[in-house]
């Protein structure tokens, strides 16, 4: 019979069979004295304050690049703009579709839940 690991190494059990033992050192003796930590007086603030600070820090919308508008032209020939075109009213109508079945089916239900679940459909079927 052929030597299945003819240069006896132990691939099956390298980690545990081999213990490899690593000695601590010990520990030096820190000479730097430790800092006391330093208390910052804090002064109370209104609530009206801390929402304004965050009002003017948070992120915002800016009304420029919503009316940015994206020429397809650009970026693609009449036949591709019109395959996208006819692949985008497609799946309008099976959104649709979907939506019509589950607002029949489910009258009760969520507008978000209904969305949820005709996406889902939506992405099963196309």
Do not use: C, W
Not at 11 to 25: D, E, V
Not at 49 to 55: I, P
Not at 73 to 88: H, K, L, P, Q, T
Request: glycine share 4%.
């Amino acid at each position: 019979m052929a030597a299945i690991n003819p240069i006896s190494v132990n691939t099956q059990g390298i980690g545990s069979s081999y213990g490899f033992i690593t000695h601590a050192k010990p520990e030096e003796k820190k000479t730097e004295a430790q800092a006391q930590p330093q208390v910052q007086q804090q002064t109370q603030l209104s609530a009206n304050d801390v929402l304004g600070y965050m009002a003017q820090s948070a992120a915002t919308f800016s009304p420029i690049q919503a009316t940015k508008t994206i020429n397809p032209a650009n970026y693609v020939d009449s036949a591709s703009a019109a395959r996208i075109g006819e692949f985008m009213s497609q799946f309008e109508d099976t959104v649709a579709a979907n939506l019509s079945a589950i607002a029949a089916e489910f009258p009760s239900m969520s507008e978000s839940a209904s969305m949820a679940v005709a996406a889902g459909m939506t992405d099963s079927e196309i």
